[in-house]
T-cell receptor, first 116, second 114 residues
């Protein structure tokens, strides 16, 4: 079946440090890939997405590139801020799967803490 | 825009009680779904609906019922609450169609079963 594997957290960084959160996937087909972010006490918000191989999604200084050869979609940011502290979820959806391609399969989430 | 609204935000139940978690969206989205979020397990799909009158099971449907009588509302019913159902529940909606459309999430219902 389809699955998403993320690095364990929490990840603790100092402000302005470089961030990488690893995400790899297994899917029968060519999925769309997403990063969602969850701030404390809130629901998930879409951070960025990529729909085909070599696409790069970007938003708010975060980037991730869809790597088909390594089945990966790692999240990066060059300089994190305290306000980036949140839980980050990697997810995939697969056209043609049950639910018309609308279903999301999530990783377990990675908590990021950014300190001054 | 209200987006996806979930009520209540917090609830404590006793084992064996029943309750309904409400979810409403005002974006005319065809697809709606319920997830539960547990530590170390990410979000797991409970039930989903591709339109009014159509529902289907997700990954962890046991102990939960849903119905979809209108496009706007998608309530989740716990028939006989068990401690294993202590979790944070999220409702989400999206336009139906290609999977690359983003899902919009509510702020969650934090449910404790004693």
């Amino acid at each position: 079946g389809n699955s998403v594997t993320q690095m364990e957290g929490p990840v603790t960084l100092s402000e302005e440090a470089f961030l990488t959160i690893n995400c790899t996937y297994t899917a029968t087909g060519y999925p769309s890939l997403f990063w969602y972010v969850q701030y404390p006490g809130e629901g998930l918000q879409l951070l960025l997405k990529a729909t085909k191989a070599d696409d790069k999604g970007s938003n708010k200084g975060f980037e991730a590139t869809y790597r088909k050869e390594t089945t990966s979609f790692h999240l990066e940011k060059g300089s994190v801020q305290v306000s980036d502290s949140a839980v980050y979820f990697c997810a995939l959806s697969l056209l043609g799967a049950a639910g018309g391609g609308n279903k999301l399969t999530f990783g377990t989430g990675t908590q990021l803490k950014v300190e001054l | 825009n209200a987006g996806v609204t979930q009520t209540p935000k917090f609830q404590v139940l006793k084992t064996g009680q029943s309750m309904t978690l409400q979810c409403a969206q005002d974006m005319n989205h065809e697809y709606m779904s319920w997830y539960r979020q547990d530590p170390g397990m990410g979000l797991r799909l409970i039930h989903y609906s591709v339109g009014a009158g159509i529902t289907d099971q997700g990954e962890v449907p046991n102990g939960y019922n849903v119905s979809r009588s209108t496009t706007e509302d998608f309530p989740l019913r716990l028939l006989s609450a068990a401690p294993s159902q202590t979790s944070v529940y999220f409702c989400a909606s999206k336009l139906s169609g290609p999977g690359n459309q983003p899902q919009h999430f509510g702020d969650g219902t934090r449910l404790s079963i004693l």
